[in-house]
């Protein structure tokens, strides 16, 4: 099927989007911990269409982002295929180091800890069995070979439960409703449509491409590519709910070609009430359950909702530059650059290290690490750039923005 006529960006944004410092400031997932944690913003699922592009009423690219603002799901159960292709080399375990050293404070060092999970859809190909009723009922299991990790939200209570250990993660919080902060992993396409959708406005071409078939239903293509050179993001392609208005589908490919980079899709999907006892959890017995510190889930993280997000910042970070070369800096407070510290800690430096391109500038001098999507420069005096943009404009921003 032919593409439709579509609406320039620049109209979409103005009409959608007046908030432009909070877009920009959303823009990036900023990588606290390198490679590792860069890759926690993103998800991918293998392409899931079925055959036969369905024949839909036409409608203009501005039309399908007002669909998808406007779209109201409260209740939904299905389950999602993630795969990430970040060209990342392996660690050998050790971004488990890094993971548990990032995690400290906040209730790690329990198997269902939800940040340790994070780093487990960081590469390959996993599946999720995702659930929802209200704001204030969520289900996200993560299905591995002979196990299962499970993170259920039921009204103040956020369990997480690691059935391969036995182990028990649980937090609770007074705040319930559409402005909760759960700690809780990104799991649907809808999650990282909206944060594609926040990075929309001048610098940005969208565009319907046609149609196609999700999860046995009807959807339309919502095709959005930079206009700027120096980002790595080539486009990003998000499949809506010809009824609903949601997304089932999100491919991020790079500009360098091959395979997607993200590419987050629900192979079966239905919108009935799941039933009440989808949320309710009680510790197995003899199960070891950790007690999560007061505040430790009230991150910066919007939980997993029917029309919820992700997104990760720093407190004190700033964005350098705008559109798609926007740049996402904050101060570590760390001189050196790289972790330090026990044997653990000095032998993920050396090997992370040995991963990255030294370089320099005004901003002193740093280490370039590069994934097919995110790039990250620490600096010996402890600062980061993160962006999705090419090493040479990371370093031009550093550059700039010392």
Not at 107 to 113: L, R
Not at 287 to 297: I, L
Not at 303 to 329: E, L, N, R
């Amino acid at each position: 099927m032919a593409p439709y006529e579509s609406d320039d960006a620049v109209d979409v944004a103005r009409d959608e989007n007046p908030h432009a410092g909070r877009r920009k400031a959303a823009r990036y997932a900023v990588p606290v911990a390198v490679v590792g944690v860069a890759a926690a913003t993103i998800g991918l699922v293998p392409a899931l269409a079925a055959s036969g592009d369905p024949d839909l009423p036409k409608i203009t690219a501005k039309q399908l982002i007002d669909k998808i603002a406007k779209s109201d799901v409260q209740q939904l159960s299905g389950t999602v295929k993630i795969s990430t292709d970040l060209g990342l080399p392996n660690l050998g375990g050790l971004e488990s180091s890094l993971a548990s050293g990032a995690g400290k404070g906040a209730g790690a060092g329990s198997s269902a800890d939800p940040q340790a999970k994070l780093t487990e859809l960081v590469s390959g190909t996993h599946t999720l069995r995702v659930a929802a009723d209200g704001p204030d009922k969520q289900k996200i299991s993560l299905l591995e070979s002979g196990s299962e990790y499970s993170l259920i939200h039921d009204g103040t209570n956020v369990w997480g439960y690691d059935s391969k250990t036995n182990s028990v993660s649980h937090s609770t919080s007074p705040e319930t409703g559409k402005d909760r902060r759960a700690e809780q992993p990104p799991a649907t396409p809808k999650d990282f449509a909206d944060q594609a959708l926040k990075a929309v406005d001048g610098t940005t071409s969208v565009t319907v491409d046609g149609t196609e078939q999700v999860a046995g239903r009807a959807a339309y293509k919502l095709l959005i590519k930079p206009r700027q050179s120096g980002t790595t993001v080539g486009a990003i392609s998000i499949a809506v709910d010809a009824k609903t208005g949601m997304p089932l589908k999100f491919t991020l490919t790079p500009k360098s070609g091959g395979a997607a980079v993200v590419d987050a899709g629900f192979t079966e999907v239905s919108f009935a009430r799941p039933a009440a006892s989808t949320f309710t959890f009680t510790p197995p017995k003899g199960a070891k359950v950790t007690e999560q510190k007061k505040g430790a889930t009230a991150r910066e993280h919007d939980g997993f909702k029917p029309g919820g997000g992700f997104a990760q910042g720093h407190d004190k970070g700033t964005v350098i530059g705008k559109g798609w070369t926007s740049v996402a800096t904050f101060d570590t407070g760390a001189k050196g650059g790289l972790p330090s510290g026990g044997s653990k800690a000095g032998d993920l430096s050396g090997f992370l290290g040995s991963l990255g391109d030294k370089v320099s500038g005004k901003f002193g001098k740093g280490t370039v690490f590069s994934t097919r999507l995110v790039n990250v420069l620490m600096t010996d005096d402890g600062k980061v750039y993160a962006g999705a943009v090419t090493k040479d404009a990371l370093v031009k921003a550093a550059n700039e923005g010392k």
